[in-house]
């Protein structure tokens, strides 16, 4: 028996239009949710309202800059305006670098926090009154980079390590209001997320992604994502070695940088 249902609800996912977050709000919408779908490729989302519009879907797009504040709260407005609420926030748009960090610039350090962690603080905040006035959910997009080191990427893990921080603590001031806050930890996961990677000079990577394990599909992840929220899950960590190195960082942290070490020794030059 599911502790949430959202048939006639409304879910708010930002970097809706591709990847992880537009199978996640075909997984919602296939639940009978109203979807507002947040993203900054506006092509895309024309794309997207024609899709679900086609299969009967409620559907509210928004061209929106997560790291504009006000563009934040502008988009919640909408959304208010438009089903009469905000019952389920999943912050997912981000961005990411590959690049060690001497050679990287500040600059790219402060876009990716600008992205990942305040355009979630900024949406979370302009989307708060709804959710505490619905007892709502909140979702974060994290990664195990948020609760154990990443080589090669100290900007990412900064951003999502910030991020974990942020919402565990939230989710001690919102219990007793009733909102949930889940975290999710996806592993390595076929998305277009790894191919618009910054490099160090703020241009897209050119080399490889490293990596350990298979990857799963974006509609994977959707569906555990659904199931976590009706079931007021805490966090999801996915795939084996995600799960593994979850595990090992917690237990014995200075095992699994010797590990990471190795594996993605090819990053060091």
């Not at 994290?142 to 565990?168: D, M, N, Q």
Request: net charge positive; glycine share 10%; proline share 3%.
């Amino acid at each position: 028996m599911a502790d949430r249902e959202f048939k006639d609800k409304t879910v708010l996912i930002t970097g809706g239009a591709s990847g992880i977050g537009l199978a996640t709000a075909l997984e919602f919408a296939r639940a009978g949710a109203n979807i507002a779908m947040a993203d900054m490729d506006g092509p895309a989302l024309q794309d997207r309202r024609k899709e679900f519009e086609s299969r009967g879907y409620p559907i509210l797009t928004l061209e929106c800059d997560v790291t504009d504040e006000q563009a934040c709260q502008r988009a919640v407005n909408d959304i208010i305006d438009r089903f009469g609420a905000v019952d389920l926030l999943f912050n997912n748009a981000g961005i990411t670098q590959r690049s060690l960090f001497e050679v990287t610039r500040v600059s790219v350090i402060e876009k990716v926090m600008a992205v990942n962690f305040f355009g979630s603080v900024y949406m979370t905040r302009a989307a708060l009154p709804s959710l505490i006035k619905n007892r709502g959910t909140i979702i974060v997009n994290e990664s195990i980079a948020g609760v154990a080191p990443l080589l090669g990427r100290c900007g990412y893990a900064a951003s999502k390590h910030a991020l974990h921080g942020f919402f565990t603590s939230l989710r001690c001031e919102l219990r007793h209001k009733g909102v949930h806050v889940m975290i999710v930890c996806p592993g390595f996961i076929k998305t277009n997320l790894q191919t618009r990677a910054l490099g160090g000079d703020g241009r897209t990577a050119t080399h490889e992604q490293t990596r350990i394990g298979s990857q799963q599909t974006p509609e994977f992840v959707a569906t555990q994502i659904r199931k976590g929220a009706e079931q007021n899950r805490p966090m999801l960590v996915f795939t084996f070695f995600g799960k593994l190195g979850y595990l090992i960082s917690r237990a014995w942290p200075s095992l699994y940088e010797r590990l990471m070490t190795r594996q993605f020794k090819a990053e060091l030059g």
